[in-house]
RNA sequence: GGUUGUUUAGCUCAGUUGGUUAGAGCGCAUCAUUCACAUUGAUGAGGUCGCAGGUUCAAGUCCUGCAACAACCACCA
């Protein structure tokens, strides 16, 4: 053996793993399985420490393992919708080229290339991890049978009557060009100001000035004795000159401003509300691409918000209207992936009921068919799943599976289309215009998006020939929103593991045999955008939770408790460290002394430091191989055995010395701990106690004192040995199993590798 | 505005159901070394366990209040 521990055949290491099939599990009808399902990375992300936290999952899956459970982990790759359109418009961007210039199938296709080129990166990086993944049951989101699912789940929650279209208020990004759930805004506070502006008799205080130019109201609450008798009165709106009512609603607070509020329906969701409930008129004055349209007068058209509100505060300033301005800090929602400040505009999108789906998966949680750990996100998941709200799962990208809507152009002529004609110059218009000009093949090929009015008709199946049932014309395009990401992800356990949504009782054995799956792991961020979805999906389809545990972790801190990101400079590359330090160094450090669900504190110092740990072990067992050759000169019948293992007697306490009965006990302890530790999940404990035991009962005590023992301590040293090899290897599988490997040439040892190895028992004394 | 978490050695953090002199890694100090490992060993310095009360024979650990920090949720102009 080396004079120190080399990571160089870590690769050797995989290959023998993977080659022997100690991956793919053996499906055992008497057994009961143990099962994860990868949260699926986004296949076009080079690694980074997130996912090397994985590396709580790979130890209860090889911990399982070696406890003789059918295990499995189920890995796989995501096309990540909008995360990875926008790195894709980057790129582009680079090249001197934007969305616009590509017709939505070669955008597509382009996309597709892009993340083909980095997907199979992606898996080679988590096998340098020593990830023990089966990777003969990988799947990338965009498979065939995974769409086909996804299509049938829409088909079958649109038969359910769970899907709708709706005009609502969204959160629209004008850069990304898409609307978003609320979950994907961020609110961030902006030091801003409060405007008082005089409508008449009455002075409203606002943070948005600029859309007063769509306002349809006043409302002020009609318990005020102030306002009360201008109730059912109309005041006229400055600049437009525009009579619009004062309406009563009790949702005004009568300290806050002036107690009156100007009402924009079209770009606010409070707004939007009032304005459903006392029938206002909905002016909609920014279009999607964020400027000021012209439902506004002519001076104020083709503005961004930003210019709109200064043009519009001036003017309201010199024309008198403008009593004061007041600093204001307040919360304004962003894009979480450009930044950008969010605009509420109203907008058709597709909706998912989610009522009926949010029920179960609240039951579930509460009767405890899903668990959560730890124990307080159960709370934080019942209290966002208690104030759900319906589900806009339309995105208004190219890059991932289109909503399976069609609709007729000749029964919808107001359709508005965006397209590419043959000169590659961009056509917008509605249909019934365009019908004459353009024909529907050109219409087609180009098409970049489309946009329905609210009360389209649309067809859930593409009829045979493309023919519409109604007019039996043959002019249908595909709805050009595509799926929220979350709403294909939702689905993973089921479509991974081959549920059949059109007949369920023909899903595949890996479906019958591992759901639900046993453990779902990550990180806290997605418990709304991901878990939850699963649950509810899970319990739609299959009346069943998709996994009996939630299990939560933190996010990956640097030395100073922050967190990593570029712009900071502190971003520690997992396989940079790996390189340097070994696989098994950066596994035990991301793991060692953490505390349940706590952020992962991780630095450089903390890796070498295991990386000493590993190298320890190393030279240990080397040195335990080195006495055996000494004793082997003077005692060549010599028994090389751990006596612990078949065929070996067992031996009385008392042909013990007490340093070989004060190792045993302390190998027995750290059995049970491990146990313990592992079975509610405090790795950061279990590899600490492992760690202690291995360097300093283990090395520093009973090694030293073997040095002036004869052969007899052979039996205790391997047993030792062995076992604790066997106890690490969850942590840090190479060291391990290189160990194993070399210690089969020279010893006898019933079983092939570590990997598939027996679990420890504590041993009994006879 | 609502919720949750954190506060223990110079730094980063452990500390299971309350039980003797409170632990680790890194860092620091002194010493050792042709010895499996300098990616080593031994010894040591360093903590009124955020603050104030309370329960208990006993509290870092349970309860109450306070403070600081962090995160999450949130349609209030």
Known sequence: ????????????????????????????????????????????????????????????????????????????GDHA????????EKELQKQGHSRFDFDRQTLYQQIWDFVEKNRTLNQFQMKKLGYSLDWSRYHYSLEPQILDNVRATFKKLHADGLIYRDEKIVNYCTHCGTAFSNLEVEHKTVASHLWYIKYGPLTVATTRPETMLGDTAV?????????????????????????????????????FGTGAVKVTPAHSPEDYDMAKTHQLDFIRIFDYDGKSNQNVPQKYQGFYPKQLRDQVVADLDTAGFLEKTEDYTHEVGHCYRCGRPIEPITAPQWYLKIDKLAQPAIQAAKEGKVKFFPLRFKKAYLDWMENIRDWNISRQIVWGPQIPAWYCLDCNPQIKLNFLDKNKNLISGVYADLKDKYSFDDIKSG??????????????????GETCPHCHGHHLLQETDTFDTWFLSGQWPLSTLGFNVVDPKNSSEDFHYFYPTSVMDT???????????????????TKEVPFKLVHLHSRVVDAKGQKMSKSKGNVIDPLVMSEKYGADALRMSLVYGIAPASDFVV????????????????????????????????????KLAPFSQRGIPLQREGDFSPSDLSILTSLNNIIDSTNRDLGRYHFGQASENLY????????????EDAKNRGPEVVPVLLTVLINSLKLLHPFIPFVTESIYQILRENIQLDEDQLITSSWPQPIKFG
């Open 81 to 88: 919708g909008i995360e990875t359109q926008f790195v894709y």
């Open 603 to 638: 630095s450089e110092d903390k890796i070498r430091a295991q990386r000493n740990f590993v190298n320890k072990i190393w030279n240990a067992s080397r040195f335990v191989l080195m006495l055996i050759d000494k004793f082997k000169e003077t005692d060549p019948s010599l």
């Open 692 to 703: 202690q035991f291995f360097w300093h009962d283990f090395c520093d005590v009973y090694i």
């Open 447 to 464: 098409l970049q998006s489309l946009l329905a009015p609210i009360d389209a008709k649309y067809l859930v199946d593409l009829p045979t």
């Open 523 to 541: 990180m806290w961020d997605i418990l709304f955008f991901w878990v939850a979805r699963m649950i509810m999906f899970g319990l739609y389809l």
């Open 1 to 76: 053996m080396d004079k120190s521990y080399s990571s160089a055949n870590e690769e050797q290491i995989y290959s023998l793993w993977e080659k022997s099939g100690a991956f793919t599990p053996k499906i055992d009808k008497n057994k009961k399985p143990f099962s994860i399902i990868l949260p699926l990375p986004n296949a076009n992300n080079p690694m980074h420490m997130g996912h090397a936290l994985f590396t709580v999952q790979d130890i209860l899956i090889r911990y399982h393992r070696m406890l003789g459970d059918p295990t499995l982990w189920l890995p796989g």
């Open 219 to 255: 409302a002020v609450n009609p318990a005020d004795k102030r306002y009360q008798h201008l109730i059912g009165t109309t005041v006229t709106l400055p600049l437009v000159n525009r009579e619009i009512p004062v309406i009563g609603d009790k949702s005004i607070s009568l300290e």
